[in-house]
């Protein structure tokens, strides 16, 4: 009956109800869509580099400026008994549309009995059309679900690209881990990229020890043993990226608290007659303690599940844009889920509901310690507010007290917690700073100036109910502003780099002579100078431990 009577009055203000599962929601979605969409980033690097379902120790590449490796290599490593390689073409192609596709060109025959190491089972795969339709004309190209809708295709579609050649059909393929790659016959990858009898490198697989120190001493001078377990690791190259994506969530997630706390101080305020009633009627505080936390787990729990159901959703969406920034600016590769995405799933709903029973102690406290008769209602409100006030104080010297201890801390997270302490500390001192600058103006007026009295008088009186609200906002605008900022210093650095890693205006792969193309170019655009390029990339011990991958880059001298 308490509970079906407080409900009541829900039925009759329905807005108030919507703004309090409009906060929850708020601090649950885009919380849980960043924690999903770092949750599937680490599970991806975690797994390391997938090649369907099978993952390689080590690649074989050219040492040579070009980067491509003949493909009679391969069949000599292969006949003399190293069966545990596959070739393996990346071209990036154009649409008419001038869409950029990765896509990589494998000898699926090649994957296929290859024994992966993790499960000891050999590799197989299952796909529409089977082994036969990717491997024969007019084959297939294999594209993860999540990235053919981000590119807007349909099941079956061939694809013009801009050379006027038409990609094989497109054919979705689930539990793949393709990421924003594709996925063709190597044989039809050269024939659509008119490179005939060449490849980009060789995926070794797992082997005895043995075996691997064999195939190393057979490789030529011109090629590289590549061992993926000194490469640097993906998760450490983006970090930061992550760490931006948790802290818009975060961010979020405290704009929802305050707004869900509004909801709740309002709700009680609103009801304070009713509450009154139900106190007079008999209802003891013990039942109407109960009724009211009952009626906050209710929209808890509704506003989480929704909360939730929108994060995931919301990261199934964004993971297909999250992995094609990574792999274009990292190099680095994610699997994108077929649906719901794994990990993560109790973090949100235990902070938010560890922020609802704060949010509602001190507005629960004061709806039942409210006196019962009128005459006793300002005194008490005035008694509370300065004992509020007095822990907002308190509480906000703490937060700054921590904040000066944990922002000179070495570690990142230690950091960011100091910082938070701070914001939080300075938005629970804002009433006081409010409070004596109004205190200023009020003695600074003169009687004769009635209007900013009574002006200073009310805000004085608003600023009890009103201070929270204050705070909220407050915290509102800082989030939007470090939220923007955040934003922009991420493109503007993005944009510095890509001015630095594309200097010209074209770049050209060949293995021809430099003075072979500069002789080309002055006949086709007189003036226009072709400067060498060098590229590598080196992969160093970091000082706390593993490796750390620097790109060395050399242009020739002269004008550019």
Not at 298 to 324: C, D, E, M, N, R
Not at 337 to 355: E, I, K, Q, R
Not at 394 to 420: D, Q
Not at 471 to 486: D, I, K
């Amino acid at each position: 009956m308490v509970l079906r009577t407080l409900l009541s009055h829900y039925r009759r203000h329905p807005v108030q109800a919507a703004f309090l599962l409009v906060g929850i929601v708020i601090a649950n979605a885009l919380l849980a869509g960043t924690l999903f969409i770092n949750a599937q980033a680490r599970a991806s690097y975690e797994d390391g580099e997938q090649l369907l379902q099978a993952t390689p120790v080590a690649e074989i590449r050219a040492r040579s400026r070009a980067g491509l490796i003949d493909e009679r290599e391969y069949i000599r490593l292969r006949r003399e008994g190293f069966d545990m390689l596959a070739p393996v073409l990346q071209r990036t192609l154009l649409t008419a549309d001038g869409t950029a596709l990765e896509v990589l060109g494998i000898e699926i025959f090649a994957l296929s009995g290859i024994r992966d190491a993790s499960t000891g089972s050999t590799n197989g795969f299952g796909s529409p059309g089977g082994l036969d339709g990717f491997s024969f004309a007019p084959w297939q190209l294999w594209i993860a679900p999540a990235r053919m809708r981000q590119l807007g295709w349909q099941e079956g579609q061939r694809v013009r690209l801009e050379s006027g050649r038409v990609l094989p059909p497109v054919t979705a393929v689930e539990g793949s881990e393709l990421g924003h790659r594709l996925l063709l016959d190597i044989g039809a990858l050269q024939a659509l990229s008119g490179i005939s009898g060449e490849i980009s490198w060789v995926s070794v697989f797992s082997a005895s020890p043995e075996r691997l120190d064999r195939l190393r001493k057979a490789l030529p001078g011109h090629l590289e043993y590549i061992d993926l377990a000194n490469v640097p690791d993906p998760g450490a190259m983006t970090r930061s990226f992550h760490l931006n994506l948790a802290a818009m969530g975060l961010l979020a997630f405290v704009v929802g608290v305050f707004l869900m706390y509004n909801a709740i101080s309002f709700s009680y305020t609103d009801r304070h007659d009713l509450i009154r009633r139900m106190k007079l009627a008999g209802v003891d505080r013990r039942h109407l303690r109960r009724g009211l936390v009952i009626e906050l787990a209710v929209f808890v729990v509704l506003g989480s599940a929704i909360g939730y159901w929108l994060g995931a959703q919301l990261a199934v969406w964004l993971l297909p844009g999250v992995g094609q920034t990574l792999a274009q600016l990292y190099g680095v590769y994610i699997a994108y889920p077929d649906g719901f995405v794994p990990g993560a799933a109790w973090l949100p709903v235990s902070m938010t509901l560890l922020a609802a029973l704060i949010s509602a102690a001190l507005p629960l406290r004061e709806a039942l310690d409210a006196p019962l008769l009128e005459r006793w209602q300002l005194r008490w409100r005035q008694q509370t507010m300065a004992r509020r006030d007095r822990v907002m104080l308190l509480a906000g010297l703490l937060f700054l007290l921590l904040s000066a201890a944990l922002t000179s801390a070495s570690w990142l997270w230690l950091t960011l917690a100091g910082m938070a302490c701070l914001l939080l500390g300075a938005a629970l001192l804002l009433p006081l700073a409010l409070r004596l600058m109004l205190s200023v103006l009020q003695r600074g007026a003169s009687p004769r100036q009635a209007r900013l009295g009574w002006l200073v008088a009310d805000s004085r009186w608003l600023l009890g109910p009103a201070a929270l609200a204050l705070m909220a906002m407050t915290l509102a605008l800082v989030a939007n502003s470090g939220l923007n900022t955040m934003i922009d210093s991420f493109r503007a650095a993005t944009d510095q780099w890509l001015e630095q890693r594309l200097a010209a205006d074209l770049f050209l792969r060949a293995p021809n002579d430099l003075d072979e193309i500069q002789s080309r170019v002055d006949a086709l655009a007189p003036g226009v100078n072709a400067v060498e390029r060098y590229r590598t990339a080196v992969d160093a011990p970091a000082p706390a431990g593993g490796f750390s991958r620097v790109e060395v880059v050399s242009l020739q001298d002269g004008e550019r």
